[in-house]
């Protein structure tokens, strides 16, 4: 098995810098715009053929190093009770939001191999169809991210209702954290069960929060969740976007790989995060948009920053972009592979 | 005249921390609001007497210790020759945004007193209305934040337009950023003429960039506005959101006051700083939703943290959000008097 990213996880030697992309499966590949024409985003989701057919895209289109479930992580809200669908243009829409405490009480949990089987499913079809070409990555949204979406009801720019509710009912707050914590542990272990080979834990909006509402409201819960999965013994990726002020909350609050955005260079960001973690990133998925010099120079910025640590895993700071060009998304695994592979030879 | 806000700026010793909010005439207020149901927004900025009017409504609500004229930044996009509307809940929309070089090349200077003449008539007017209640801030957008206005043609998420151009167009766009230069720098020099006493650029967006992007692309620009602002006698802040990992080259780049947002404790951005500017900021404009002792407790943080530190300025992160409580932006411009206040006594 190609095994680059497991070990580039625990810090081993690899023989060239492993790559994957968050959204790697998704709008840019013709292939699965082709299959959204027919199909839901939501249909894709629950249908485990469909599903393992859209994460194999680009495994199949370009020599990616981990292969990720397609799944969303809004997923488990429904089975507790909270509905959503994904507008077109809006992203996805919650029915009826959280606004009270009662709300927050009526949410209820759920046996995972019920109420999210068909992600299990996925994952044994999809581990399989692998055969060892690359590990499967599973993931989960982070609690406070899943919350910011029962709250504010969809997308925010400023999360005022979310962090209204935290502030107005911090007990309650938390008893909604703790629920999304419980679900979303139990979900990775499944996962885990199912198949998956290592996990990410994707708490993408809590860069919206100062340092110290992050350590008071939230790391408590991201704590509980990532102890118990680090336990499974997998590798476990702890990712979010504009987390600058947060690194090192987030590395004290659990995970054996840190994500890291783009806004600053990767090895400032790993001084801080320490030598004792892998990390992975931090391409601007914006640069992908450049021509391919630019995206070279950018990449090879990156792998030559990192050369001498061991544990980088490259990926962007955050999703591929819809309208991205496929070519440059291979040639740039191309370049990893060849440019990390040379540098590892030369060493 | 109430000069705390003139002096903090200059790090002199106050007898109170000064405190105005950004955004502080707008939708929140219902006074605002009555004029805002006769008239779009635009005929509010480009109407003096509205416009004054407008400006003087928090003034005359709360003792805050700066009036900021009201207007907005992407007024002198018009007269370069870029109109745009503000469309109902979708913010901004520029009519024909740049999608080419030669759309660079089409966007022309304008003389300031023409294209901008009531924006210069306002700040007379208000500077005559104020009569030293407390000194009067003018202020512009720069150029990479009006840049992305008019590349995506509104607000972005991801700014990938602008991006795009910036990485495929590097000359066109570093063209594009010396126009709107040096259109800011004439309007900054005309708006201290007219009576502004200090100014604040505002980069709202920058955060969204690289810290190697920002030094290559944007701070040069940013620099020559900066520089010019400061030869003019007046104190200049220096605004951006997101951007703990950009803290130290904006502060090269210029600037007496360095604006922070609320993603990490205000003290640890001014030690990266330095002690020579002067810092304004930090409470998260989503706390004015919070019970007002959650409210106190975090503006008395940030008071007590600046405490042996001279030049800060108390403001929120970013602009005052529209359905902000007035009462609790009363009581805290209250708050903050009268604690520092007693602090200053005390020391």
């Known amino acids: 098995m190609n095994d680059r990213f497991l070990r580039a996880c625990r810090r081993e030697p690899v023989d ?7 959204r790697q499966a998704g709008r840019y590949m013709p292939e699965y715009r082709a299959l959204r024409a027919k199909h839901s985003m939501l249909e894709l989701c629950r249908t485990p053929e469909l599903a393992v057919q859209v994460s194999m895209q680009p495994v199949n289109a370009m020599p990616v190093d981990a292969a990720i479930v397609f799944a969303d992580i809004l997923l488990p809200l429904e089975p507790m009770g909270a ?11 919650v029915h009826k939001p959280i606004r009270s405490v009662e709300d927050v009480d009526a949410l209820h949990s759920f046996e995972i191999a019920e109420g999210l089987g068909y992600v299990l499913e996925t994952l044994t ?7 060892g070409r690359c590990p499967l990555i599973g993931f989960a949204g982070a609690p406070f991210t899943l919350a910011s979406y029962l709250i504010e009801g ?7 209702k979310t962090k209204s509710f935290m502030y107005s009912e911090p007990e309650a707050f938390s008893r909604l954290l703790a629920k999304l914590s419980d679900v979303t542990s139990r979900y990775l272990r499944a996962q885990v069960q199912a198949g998956a080979q290592a996990l990410q834990l994707f708490d993408s909006w809590v860069g919206q ?9 939230v790391a408590p819960h991201v704590k509980s969740v990532l102890d118990d999965a680090q336990s499974l013994g997998v590798p476990v990726i702890h990712f979010g976007t504009g987390t600058a002020t947060l690194l090192t909350a987030m590395r004290d609050a659990g995970g054996t790989v840190l994500g ?11 001084d801080r995060i320490g030598p004792n973690h892998a990390v992975q990133g931090n391409l601007d998925p914006a640069v992908l948009f450049a021509p ?3 995206v070279e120079a950018k990449a090879r910025a990156i792998l030559d920053s990192t050369r001498d640590r ?10 591929i972009l819809p309208t991205t060009p496929v070519e440059t998304v291979q040639r740039l695994v191309d370049f990893v592979h060849e440019y990390s592979a040379n540098k590892a030879e030369s060493a």
Chains 1, 2 share one sequence.
């Open 209 to 217: 929060l100062s340092l110290t509402d992050y350590q008071q409201h």
């Open 16 to 22: 060239a810098t492993p790559v994957w992309f968050m």
């Open 292 to 294: 391919w010099e630019v």
């Open 125 to 131: 079809l999809l581990r399989r169809e692998l055969d």
């Open 260 to 270: 890291v955005d783009w806004r600053e260079p990767i090895t400032t960001a790993w």
């Open 154 to 160: 969809g997308r925010s720019t400023h999360f005022e």
């Open 83 to 93: 509905p959503f669908e994904f507008a077109k243009g809006e992203g996805p829409v």
């Open 310 to 319: 061991p544990g980088h895993i490259f990926n962007l700071g955050h999703g």
